[in-house]
């Protein structure tokens, strides 16, 4: 069983700047696909990006290409969303996801282990 915990989440106004993190316990990542979801009000979940944790191999959802980076701490077990450029549009409640298979995949089905999501507000 794999526990995860997302934090980093906040108020930003547009043109800044947020990291997320999020830990994981319960398990080593080192054969883990690994993937950020966002969700917004009324809509449905949505691919951010993802990372093979063996390997650092990275996708990327083409709304935030450019802008958002992944990243990992082995030592500490955590994944990283460096977020640049926010924009309105990016506000969301974030969740990371922990999946068996280890790829970098876009699909929610693919992911097994999911945190609790922290919130991401943009203001304009």
């Known amino acids: 069983q794999v526990q995860l915990v997302e934090s980093g989440g906040g108020l930003v106004q547009a043109g800044g700047s947020l990291r997320l993190s999020c830990a994981a316990s319960g398990h080593t990542l080192s054969n883990y696909g690994m993937g950020w979801f966002r969700q917004a009000p009324g809509k449905e979940r949505e691919f951010v990006g993802a990372i093979k944790w063996s390997g650092g191999t990275t996708n990327y959802a083409d709304s935030v290409k450019g802008r958002f980076t992944i990243s990992r701490d082995n030592a500490k077990n955590t994944m990283y969303l460096q977020m640049d450029s926010l924009k309105p549009e990016d506000t969301a409640v974030y969740y990371c996801?922990?999946?068996?298979?280890?790829?970098?995949?876009?699909?929610?089905?693919?992911?097994?282990?999911w945190g609790q999501g922290t919130q991401v507000t943009v203001s304009s």
């Open positions: 996801a922990a999946g068996w298979t280890p790829n970098a995949y876009s699909a929610p089905r693919q992911y097994d282990y």
